[in-house]
């Protein structure tokens, strides 16, 4: 089954302590992007890739870092996290610039 | 820069009526346009897309939207409403060329009432 997986699906953790979401999709897509989803300003892009080791700032890059190292995986960094990052987090990739996106099931993220 | 706007933060509309959610945009080039939906609890979902050509694209669902160029608009639509429909809409855009930078607009909560 064509897919995109994040993990884990929730976390809580606190201010300071490093984490990384992991992304991963199995229809050798090129594209890849991160999205945080917040309430009343919906989705905004913050990083995405268009090919293994290019990767690319979106509207809202500031605390947060990106790897490509192989097609499939995308995971999302955040060195130091701070309570403003509490969102809801989605993983996408995509054939192509005129193609649909897939998206996973989203990170629910709490910072305390 | 690139701009996308859903006017409604909501949207009511009776079951077997029509309904349309709302959306205008702003690019510099040529337009991808697309809505998704997201059902509670889940990630997003592709309804459809404008590329280029025919101005009124069919999409999943029994969803259309219409391509209006001189208003930049871009309008989902649905002839008959089904309670099932209720979930929460969002448009984006991205241009034609250059990089794989997607804007989504806020979002409108569809709400069907039976």
């Known amino acids: 089954e064509a897919q995109v997986t994040q993990n884990p699906r929730y976390l809580i953790t606190v201010t300071g302590k490093k984490l990384t979401v992991t992304c991963s999709q199995n229809?050798?897509?090129?594209?890849m992007s991160w999205y945080r989803q917040d309430p009343g300003l919906g989705l905004r892009q913050i990083y995405y890739?268009?090919?293994?080791?290019?990767?690319d700032k979106g509207d809202v890059p500031e605390g947060y870092k990106v790897s490509r190292k192989e097609k499939r995986n995308f995971p999302l960094i955040l060195e130091s996290p701070s309570p403003n990052q509490t969102s809801l987090y989605f993983c996408?990739?995509?054939?192509?610039?005129?193609?649909?996106?897939?998206f996973g099931p989203g990170t629910r993220l709490t910072v305390t | 820069a690139q701009s996308v706007a859903q006017p409604e933060d909501q949207v009511n509309v009776a079951e077997g009526n029509p309904l349309t959610v709302k959306c205008t945009y702003s690019?510099?080039?040529?337009?991808?346009l697309f809505w998704y939906v997201q059902y509670p609890n889940r990630g997003l979902q592709f309804l459809l897309k404008?590329?280029?050509?025919?101005?009124l694209v069919k999409g999943s669902y029994g969803f259309e939207a219409e391509f209006n160029k001189s208003q930049t608009s871009f309008h989902l639509k649905k002839p008959s409403a089904l309670v099932s429909d209720s979930a929460l809409y969002f448009c984006?855009?991205?241009?034609?060329?250059?990089?794989?930078?997607?804007?989504f607009g806020t979002g409108t909560r569809l709400k069907v009432l039976a």
């Open positions: 996408a990739s995509t054939n192509g610039p005129s193609y649909e996106q897939y």
């Open positions: 229809m050798n897509h090129e594209y």
């Open positions: 890739s268009m090919n293994v080791e290019v990767t």
């Open positions: 690019v510099s080039g040529n337009p991808y």
């Open positions: 404008y590329i280029t050509g025919d101005n």
């Open positions: 984006a855009v991205r241009e034609s060329s250059g990089t794989y930078k997607y804007i």
